[in-house]
């Protein structure tokens, strides 16, 4: 991976967080959509970006294949606006840039091409123009492997926010993850952190997901969010409906933990804004 020139994210109103694990199978894309819902129920104008070329983020918020006319493929290898890509979904507040399979073809397509690492982050820097209000939050579906979609979320990213999966190989996949964030600071994003974690797929009936958790937060301290996503059949059902889960089924264990995730990142956001400010 080349170094190029190496330079924070310039300082925006709107909040861009990516999330990732590179292990898959963790609620990566759950949390994406469920978190983006909440924090647009709680009056945030939030963009889901999804970088990952199955699309199930896109499919998950109910947006069909063949409306997705400007995808995320074309922001990033033509340099459409994210203004014009962004598609309102069905939950007020909330829009998405759709994926599509193109996307797997980026890295040849891009590889000898300028700031390739940085297209994502060029592109968000340009978000809100022509009339087009800011969103306070971009969440960024990452995939589950490192590549240059995941390097383009890294660099474009003010933070990291990891979903844990609350099973047996969580901790390995998850010291996979910190090397890379180690790398992306080192060589294309001095200036990334890591949000926060989230414990997902939480199961009480299971001594291990006690145990991973209790692991965790040993290790990472605050940085461990106190909300923590049970294993809820509902939430596993939604994404074939194209609803979110709370939309899906308001209610639920699930659902009720991603409001509760919502609100305690607004406040963990408002706490970190009024620290720089002081």
């Known amino acids: 991976m080349s170094v190029e020139s190496v330079k924070p994210p310039q300082v925006h109103d709107?909040?861009?967080?990516?999330?990732?694990?590179?292990?898959?199978?963790?609620?990566?894309?759950?949390?994406?959509?469920?978190?983006?819902?909440?924090?647009?129920?709680?009056?945030?104008?939030?963009?889901?970006?999804?970088?990952?070329?199955?699309?199930?983020?896109?499919?998950?918020?109910?947006?069909?294949?063949?409306?997705?006319?400007?995808?995320?493929y074309d922001v990033i290898v033509d340099g459409r606006p994210v203004d014009e890509a962004a598609i309102e979904t069905a939950v007020p507040g909330l829009f998405i840039v759709a994926a599509d399979p193109d996307m797997s073809g980026v890295e040849i397509e891009l590889s000898?091409?300028?700031?390739?690492?940085?297209?994502?982050?060029?592109a968000l820097a340009k978000q809100g123009g022509n009339g087009h209000s800011r969103y306070d939050y971009v969440l960024i579906d990452c995939p589950p492997s490192l590549n240059l979609l995941t390097l383009n979320a890294m660099s474009a990213a003010d933070a990291v926010l990891v979903p844990l999966q609350c099973e047996f190989f969580a901790l390995e996949g998850l010291t996979q993850l910190m090397r890379t964030i180690e790398m992306v600071r080192q060589s294309l994003n001095p200036a990334l952190e890591i949000q926060g974690l989230v414990l997902t797929m939480y199961d009480r009936r299971n001594a291990l997901s006690g145990q991973?958790?209790?692991?965790?937060?040993?290790?990472?301290?605050?940085?461990?969010?106190?909300?923590?996503?049970?294993?809820?059949?509902?939430?596993?059902?939604?994404?074939?409906?194209?609803?979110?889960?709370?939309?899906?089924?308001?209610?639920?264990?699930?659902?009720?933990?991603?409001l509760k995730l919502a609100r305690e990142l607004v406040a963990r956001e408002r706490q970190r804004r009024q620290a720089v400010a002081a």
């Open 112 to 122: 000898q091409s300028d700031r390739r690492s940085y297209r994502l982050r060029d």
């Open 212 to 258: 991973v958790a209790a692991d965790v937060r040993a290790h990472f301290g605050d940085k461990v969010y106190d909300s923590v996503i049970p294993r809820n059949v509902r939430v596993s059902e939604a994404p074939s409906f194209g609803k979110p889960a709370l939309i899906y089924d308001l209610k639920c264990a699930g659902s009720q933990a991603y």
């Open 14 to 72: 709107t909040r861009v967080l990516a999330v990732s694990n590179q292990k898959g199978g963790v609620g990566k894309t759950t949390t994406a959509i469920n978190l983006g819902t909440a924090l647009a129920a709680i009056g945030e104008k939030v963009l889901i970006v999804d970088m990952d070329p199955q699309g199930n983020a896109s499919t998950g918020l109910g947006v069909p294949r063949e409306t997705r006319r400007v995808t995320i």
